[in-house]
């Protein structure tokens, strides 16, 4: 158990529908990440959060945005669901908000947009 | 940007062997390069990592390397156990900054 909590599993939702998924991190770790997983794919870095603060950004559709809330837990909404978003969604934490700390992984969610 | 390539896609090897997944990174600034294992239904656990300053660092059975000249960086397993059945990551990144670049992955089966 890595520390990190991600909610929920599994999610199953229809084309042009919003969903939210949520992350607690590692108690103690004030950086977030996210993360997609697609088929037959490595990850892909989608947004930071460090205490509060967007920190970086990587290939984050503009359907997708994310926050950070004060007690640290962390949510990537996505929204106009189409098919190709279809993924593994996983939640990294740090302590740092550099790679000089290890970041943990939850066991993310799988959705399923039909 | 960073690009990185991983190899094999796949792996099989016999339990005992020696295992090898080679990755090769674009950006010559990145610094940092650690591997993941998946297991499945689980998130990725980093299992090894170095950095630029360094060209080799071994932990019991595994073991990577790099070459920054040739700006590739490989993870060994020595004597392979049906555990280490796993998929692979390798990922480059810069220790300045937040963004970890992952290769697709290299799926490693390893038969009793």
Do not use: M
């Amino acid at each position: 158990d890595s520390g990190v909590t991600q909610t929920p599993k599994h999610l199953i939702t229809a084309t042009g529908q919003r969903v939210t998924l949520r992350c607690s991190p590692r108690s103690g770790d004030l950086s977030v990440y996210w993360y997609q997983q697609s088929l037959d794919q490595g990850l892909q870095f989608l947004i930071q959060y460090y205490n509060g603060e967007e920190r970086a950004k990587g290939n984050i559709l503009e359907r997708f945005s994310a926050q950070q809330f004060p007690d640290l837990h962390s949510e990537l909404n996505l929204s106009s669901l189409e098919l190709g978003d279809s993924a593994l969604y996983f939640c990294a934490s740090s302590l740092r908000q550099d790679l000089n700390t290890e970041a943990f992984f939850g066991q993310g969610t799988r959705l399923t947009v039909v | 940007g960073e690009n990185v390539e991983q190899h094999p896609s796949t792996l099989s090897v016999q339990e005992g062997d020696s295992a090898v997944i080679k990755c090769t990174y674009s950006d010559s600034a990145s610094n940092y390069f650690p591997w993941y294992k998946q297991e499945l239904g689980k998130g990725p656990q980093l299992i090894i990592d170095i950095r630029s300053n360094v060209g080799e660092k071994k932990d019991q059975r595994i073991a990577v390397t790099l070459n920054k000249t040739a700006k590739h960086f490989s993870l060994h397993i020595t004597e392979t156990q049906p555990e280490d059945s796993a998929v692979y990551f390798c990922a480059a990144g810069h220790t300045g900054f937040q963004k970890l670049v992952f290769g697709t992955g290299t799926r490693l089966l390893v038969s009793p």
